[in-house]
């Protein structure tokens, strides 16, 4: 995937469709049922998901081989076929194989897919009521960080509110994978309990209790530290900033190199000593600490989000432009259900 988008992304492509077919929905339903996924994983592959900027669609998440098959010939249209789909050391291929078994004894891949598509719509009606409790409740920060009404989020059904909670920590914290449903449900439970002050990390966050809130704040520690190439235009950064460089620097004797990083304790007490009204910014200490912030071999030279820079620089800023723009968005493309695909609620 990050080969594909990455091409896609480079030659100005938006759209990325994958062959995905129905056969495929009901190997994913079977493996993530062996390995005890949730409501969610069992809604199998979405038909459309957005992937940094890239709109990966799946339209033939309904339609069989069999049937994409005989297409193909009627058409004349040949086509190659992987060889790694043969490959047994894939847990998906040995599904594959086993596929006809479950047809015999009465769960073909159309069902299994129906199956999958059931529960697509129980996650779509829950992503729907999620998106509505956190535009209510929560509040993020250009800075990176969240804060939550936790009254009114003890008002609507835990399943909403947990989801809620999922949606905020995969934001801030800006982690591949959401966080374990059990861990998900104890965070829950710590929120509803009180004890203001209190806090708890989990999925890279750091969730420190006030008085009728709840703040959300990147955990201070696994933070990247890299070098700054400024010929470049922009880097992402620890998968929740983008910073922007400004590009009349390129040509200048900039005098070493640059590195971004997190602020961390060291760089505020840097920076507060020479700026102490920076004390008064309306951002909470753990928050502060997990700003990205540019530094050279004299020390800290430019925090962005604070428009901090050291005196005595002769040259412009580095950073023109710092955005918020979290790998997983707080509010994201919802699931999209599979095309042609039946299914039964009861």
């Known amino acids: 995937y990050g080969l594909l988008t990455d091409w896609c992304r480079s030659n100005g492509v938006r759209d990325l469709a994958l062959a995905h077919r129905l056969e495929d929905q009901a190997e994913t339903f079977v493996m993530r049922l062996g390995r005890g996924s949730g409501p969610d994983g069992l809604a199998g592959m979405s038909a459309v998901v957005e992937m940094q900027g890239v709109r990966v669609i799946r339209p033939l998440l309904g339609v069989s081989r069999g049937a994409l098959a005989q297409t193909l010939k009627d058409c004349g249209q040949d086509w190659l076929d992987d060889p790694s789909n043969r490959n047994h050391a894939f847990e998906r291929i040995r599904i594959r194989d086993h596929l006809p078994l479950l047809a015999g004894a009465g769960y073909p891949p159309e069902q299994i897919a129906g199956l999958a598509a059931a529960f697509g719509h129980l996650r779509t009606l829950a992503e729907r009521e999620t998106a509505t409790l956190l535009a209510d409740v929560c509040h993020v920060h250009p800075a990176g960080f969240a804060e939550i009404d936790t009254h009114s989020l003890g008002t609507v059904p835990r399943l909403f509110s947990t989801r809620a909670l999922a949606r905020v920590a995969a934001c801030v914290g800006g982690a591949v994978y ?110 502060r600490l997990v700003l990205p912030a540019i530094r050279d071999a004299l020390g800290v030279r430019e925090v962005p989000h604070l428009s901090y820079q050291r005196s005595g620089t002769q040259t412009r800023q580095i950073v023109s432009k710092v955005d918020f723009s979290p790998r997983n968005k707080l509010f994201a493309r919802g699931f999209c259900l599979a095309p042609k695909v039946s299914c039964t609620i009861s």
């Open 178 to 287: 959401p966080a374990e449903r059990q861990k998900l449900a104890d965070l829950y439970d710590w929120v509803c309990a009180g004890d203001i002050g209190k806090s708890l990390c989990l999925a890279r966050c750091r969730f420190q209790k006030g008085k009728g809130c709840l703040i959300v704040s990147r955990e201070n520690r696994g933070l990247p530290k890299q070098q700054l190439d400024i010929t470049q235009d922009e880097i992402s950064w620890d998968g929740r900033f983008r910073l922007y460089f400004n590009g009349s620097l390129e040509n200048e004797d900039m005098g070493g190199d640059f590195f971004v990083g997190p602020l961390g304790r060291d760089g505020w007490a840097e920076i507060v000593a020479v700026e102490p009204a920076l004390r008064d910014i309306g951002i909470g200490y753990p928050a």
